[in-house]
């Protein structure tokens, strides 16, 4: 349920409070350019992102401009100038009646743009050289796809990737401040958790950093839903559902935070790997989404959609008094924030060299295959490994170190997780970020401290999330955007390269013909030994 918002006049001043606060909080920490108007670059940023001509199926080849078609544009989202600023004449390309042009988005292969187009990667065609099926495709490669079949209702985007994951420029959003400033219900909210009572902020900021998700997406739907960032709850239901799931036994801020953060890692990822083909909305009903769409438009689409009925849907995401026109009166213009940032990946991003998590010349075990990075929805990114020690089983503290694979700057030690920083900046929202779960508290790393390889940075045990025995979590991250073990990035460790089998959490290592497969019963098969 949608709790009663305060009256249009009273939210507008609040929402102009909130703009006039959030310019001076950011003031220091982004560019001068004013990133609430739709300028030049916001305007090629969102016709990079989002484009899709479908030419007429008329006999032959037809003349199509290589200019993306601004999608936004035929029903904007924000007011854009009368004239827009002169633009270079692009070449014109030649394309085959019943072919659309698609161009290739930040993150993009071949596999899953044909797993989008419901097409084989051998019927798409480009002018220029295509990569391999999984490698990361040149931003705005054009390419020549069947035109689809299928009928998608929902054609427009919603948000930049950036605007979606704990991306660049998320790591400097101080929710604290935002909270406290706009004075609302959420800013006197706490919860017990775990250890402690955590404050409203602390917890958007907590699910925010542990989902990888940007806080100012969890903001704006809070406000959006249950209007705590400006306002009160109304009844009991306002106190115990700040977003409105209602799902049995789950109440409270961090509960409900942590749903969206699913949904949106499922419309996320799964439209980035292509194995999200439908939308499934409150009422059961089901729509094709748009094969042109990015991956963080889907995964806003992907909540909405199990938030509302479908007919209700178009209104609460698009309408003049929707979630996307809330938060851009709250945030500004998400798409020139997006045009500050860049695409979050590209062919030029390579993974980095890492080190088995352990000293050389231990036995150690891999207990799992790859398997979700963090919360369900994310890629299967990560390996479990465990120590073999005599007389150290089950849910204990084991005496043996997990090491740092690179080296790095730790920028989270709590709860169970150690985050280093490669690119040294202390920002986890930026670069390669290796993330480490199950370290226990007693002798582990502190935030702050440089490592290198084989520095010691924690004990392996079950603290921090559910486990069954003790085991380190090693998991990757880049720009905010959850790494798959598969794919344009694999994961390898000494060479020892992760792949995945059909079941989760299974799957095996592969050096020089070698293998080393999963099990926690301490099959030898499932032993690997570091080098010296």
């Given at each position: 349920m949608i709790l009663k918002k305060p009256d249009q006049a009273k939210q507008l001043v609040r929402q102009l409070i909130l703009v006039i606060i959030l310019a001076s909080l950011f003031g220091c920490n982004l560019p001068s350019a004013d990133v609430t108007a739709p300028t030049a670059t916001a305007i090629s940023a969102r016709q990079t992102l989002f484009a899709l001509t479908y030419p007429s199926p008329t006999p032959g080849f037809q003349s199509v401009v290589a200019t993306p078609t601004p999608w936004i544009s035929q029903q904007p989202l924000v007011t854009l100038p009368a004239t827009l600023p002169p633009s270079t004449p692009t070449p014109v390309l030649a394309v085959p009646a019943g072919i659309v042009v698609y161009y290739a988005q930040s993150g993009d292969t071949l596999k899953s743009v044909a797993a989008r187009f419901r097409v084989s990667t051998g019927e798409i065609n480009s002018p220029e050289a295509i990569p391999a099926p999984e490698s990361l495709l040149p931003i705005g490669l054009a390419l020549f796809i069947p035109t689809p079949t299928f009928i998608a209702p929902y054609q427009l985007p919603a948000l930049p990737d950036s605007e979606i994951v704990f991306g660049p420029g998320s790591g400097r959003v101080d929710v604290n401040a935002i909270v406290q400033q706009a004075n609302g219900y959420l800013a006197r909210y706490q919860e017990s958790l775990w250890d402690r009572r955590y404050t409203g902020a602390e917890i958007v900021d907590l699910v925010a950093r542990e989902t990888s998700t940007n806080p100012r997406l969890l903001l704006a739907l809070i406000e959006y839903r249950s209007g705590w960032l400006f306002g009160q709850p109304l009844g009991e239901d306002g106190e115990l559902y700040p977003i409105g799931f209602k799902a049995e036994k789950v109440t409270g801020l961090y509960a409900e935070l942590f749903i969206v953060a699913r949904l949106l890692a499922e419309g996320y990822y799964g439209w980035s790997d292509g194995s999200l083909k439908v939308l499934t909305f409150k009422d059961g009903s089901i729509a094709e989404i748009a094969?042109?769409?990015?991956?963080?438009?889907?995964?806003?689409?992907?909540?909405?959609?199990?938030?509302?009925?479908?007919?209700?849907?178009?209104?609460?995401?698009?309408?003049?008094?929707?979630?996307?026109?809330?938060?851009?009166?709250?945030?500004?213009?998400?798409?020139?924030?997006?045009?500050?940032?860049?695409?979050?990946?590209?062919?030029?991003?390579?993974?980095?060299?890492?080190?088995?998590?352990?000293?050389?010349?231990?036995?150690?075990?891999?207990?799992?295959?790859?398997?979700?990075?963090?919360?369900?929805?994310?890629?299967?990114?990560?390996?479990?490994?465990?120590?073999?020690?005599?007389?150290?089983?089950?849910?204990?503290?084991?005496?043996?170190?997990?090491?740092?694979?690179?080296?790095?700057?730790?920028?989270?030690?709590?709860?169970?997780?150690?985050?280093?920083?490669?690119?040294?900046?202390?920002?986890?929202?930026?670069?390669?970020?290796?993330?480490?779960?199950?370290?226990?508290?007693?002798?582990?790393?502190?935030?702050?401290?440089?490592?290198?390889?084989?520095?010691?940075?924690?004990?392996?045990?079950?603290?921090?999330?559910?486990?069954?025995?003790?085991?380190?979590?090693?998991?990757?991250?880049?720009?905010?955007?959850?790494?798959?073990?598969?794919?344009?990035?694999?994961?390898?460790?000494?060479?020892?390269?992760?792949?995945?089998?059909?079941?989760?959490?299974?799957?095996?290592?592969?050096?020089?013909?070698?293998?080393?497969?999963?099990?926690?019963?301490?099959?030898?098969?499932?032993?690997?030994?570091?080098?010296?």
């Open positions: 094969p042109a769409l990015n991956p963080g438009s889907v995964a806003l689409q992907n909540l909405f959609a199990s938030l509302y009925e479908q007919k209700n849907f178009h209104h609460a995401l698009y309408g003049p008094g929707g979630f996307l026109a809330l938060e851009q009166q709250l945030f500004g213009d998400p798409f020139a924030r997006a045009a500050l940032v860049g695409p979050l990946l590209t062919p030029a991003v390579s993974p980095p060299t890492l080190t088995l998590p352990f000293l050389p010349g231990l036995r150690w075990a891999l207990t799992s295959g790859p398997h979700l990075t963090w919360q369900p929805g994310t890629p299967r990114g990560s390996l479990d490994f465990a120590p073999r020690v005599e007389g150290q089983r089950g849910c204990m503290t084991s005496s043996a170190w997990a090491t740092s694979p690179v080296r790095g700057l730790v920028t989270r030690s709590a709860r169970g997780a150690v985050a280093i920083d490669l690119d040294g900046d202390g920002d986890e929202s930026t670069g390669w970020v290796i993330i480490f779960m199950h370290m226990a508290s007693q002798e582990r790393v502190r935030v702050g401290a440089w490592v290198k390889v084989d520095d010691p940075i924690g004990h392996p045990s079950c603290e921090g999330g559910y486990a069954t025995g003790l085991h380190l979590h090693i998991t990757r991250k880049y720009n905010g955007v959850w790494i798959g073990a598969e794919g344009p990035l694999p994961l390898i460790l000494d060479g020892w390269q992760a792949f995945a089998s059909p079941s989760a959490y299974a799957g095996y290592l592969v050096r020089d013909g070698v293998t080393v497969y999963s099990n926690t019963a301490d099959k030898e098969y499932s032993h690997i030994y570091r080098d010296n």
